[in-house]
Nanobody, 118 residues
Framework: QVQLVESGGGLVQAGGSLRLSCVASGSIFRINALGWYRQAPGKQRELVARISTGNITNYADFVKGRFTISRGGAKNTVYLQMNSLKPEDTAVYYC????????????WGQGTQVTVSS
């Protein structure tokens, strides 16, 4: 089992920046990938970015060049640096994790609200 706790959300004006953090605990040595998803009201949850073993990253097209995912030195922390924020980035952001052998993210945080005002 893995427990995930996010922090860093808040209210920011368009064009501003926020940095989200997620700390993983539990069976972290089995984690193959950590990611960030978001869900806006009335919309499905969507992948924002993922970082896998070997620091392989992938991003949704709508955040490329604006957001950066990274892992902390202890490897149980993942960050999402969000720059040039837009009102359409407003959503609840969720941290996710998957163990080796999982075909999909199996662990989720409680979410942190990001609101971008115009």
């Amino acid at each position: 089992q893995v427990q995930l706790v996010e922090s860093g959300g808040g209210l920011v004006q368009a064009g501003g920046s926020l940095r989200l953090s997620c700390v993983a605990s539990g069976s972290i040595f089995r984690i193959n990938a950590l990611g960030w998803y978001r869900q806006a009201p009335g919309k499905q949850r969507e992948l924002v970015a993922r970082i896998s073993t070997g620091n392989i990253t992938n991003y949704a097209d709508f955040v490329k060049g604006r957001f950066t995912i990274s892992r902390g030195g202890a490897k149980n922390t993942v960050y999402l640096q969000m720059n040039s924020l837009k009102p359409e980035d407003t959503a609840v952001y969720y941290c996710s994790a998957r163990h080796y052998g999982m075909s999909a993210d199996g662990y989720w945080g409680q979410g942190t609200q990001v609101t971008v005002s115009s």
